[in-house]
């Protein structure tokens, strides 16, 4: 059963989000919430058509989650003013969004809000990260696929698009990049890159695993080696997404 709805926001706003329930969803019960989160500038999640996750989404439904995505500030479909609002601070209103949004759903009464989980691929992996050391410990488990960890990392065409340079927006860099938040990470956490990545480097991963490692919290590590940024061939899709449940059926 899939949903698609608008949740408040403290500050007036109305975010779109879609739910996928399971077929036999009963009010009376409490449900684990699993959050799929892109995020990023100028993206859209909450739309009508089917993604290439969906099946997945889908299957998890049928072992007795619910499955929720939220647009957040900084998206499309929403006018200028609202695509725009994250210029020069990629990260912060993002993850402002996010925690409130997840907030609102673990206050349904059909939501067990000790059960929050999030997951999310390349920008997802960033706003996952972000999520899980700035969300308060709001969040049980997260998974962050390819993640960004610092733009300063990142390629300068994309990224001066939205941020200009480091010189020019050096807090706007580094108050939003993981790295620095590290020993706020609060939750089950696997951190999942291939080692080939050539859009968003493994340099990312490698670093946020060092700092985690420097802050003493504990995380789970997969490293897929000589795969780009797809995790795509010799069997990995299989391996990746088979590693990933595993992980929210014990976690979450």
């Known amino acids: 059963f899939e949903a698609d709805f608008r949740l408040p926001t403290k500050d007036g706003m109305e975010l779109n989000a879609w739910m996928i ?7 009376a019960k409490k449900y684990p ?3 799929y989160v892109y995020g990023g500038p ?3 999640n909450v739309i009508d058509a089917w993604g290439r ?9 049928q072992q007795g989650y619910i499955v929720a995505c939220v647009d957040n500030r900084g998206t499309n479909g929403r006018g200028e003013a609202f695509r725009k609002a994250t210029y020069m601070q990629l990260g912060r209103l993002e993850t402002i969004d996010q ?12 939501i067990d809000r000790e059960r929050i989980g999030i997951f999310g ?3 997802g992996g960033y706003m996952t990260s972000l999520c899980l050391t700035k969300g308060g410990g709001l969040y049980r488990m997260g998974i962050a696929v390819a ?9 300068t065409v994309y990224t001066e698009r939205f941020m200009r340079t480091p010189r ?3 807090e706007g860099y580094d108050q939003n990049s993981p790295l620095l938040f590290a020993g706020s990470l609060r939750g089950k956490f696997l951190l999942i890159h291939g080692s080939a990545d050539d859009n968003v480097h493994f340099q990312n991963s490698m670093d946020f695993a060092e700092a985690l490692v420097r802050a003493d919290r504990p995380f789970e590590m997969q490293v897929y080696p000589n795969k780009n940024h797809g995790i795509q061939g010799g069997n990995t899709q299989f391996h990746l997404y088979s590693r990933m449940t595993d992980f929210i059926l014990n976690n979450l």
């Open 168 to 170: 020019e927006n050096p």
């Open 42 to 44: 100028e993206s859209q």
């Open 33 to 35: 919430l699993f959050i």
């Open 53 to 61: 996750r969906d099946p997945w989404f889908q299957m998890l439904a």
């Open 99 to 110: 925690v409130e949004a997840a907030r609102w759903l673990g206050d349904l009464e059909y």
């Open 121 to 123: 691929w390349s920008y």
């Open 147 to 155: 993640p960004v960890t610092s733009w300063r990392y990142y390629d």
């Open 21 to 27: 329930r399971p077929a036999d969803f009963d009010p």
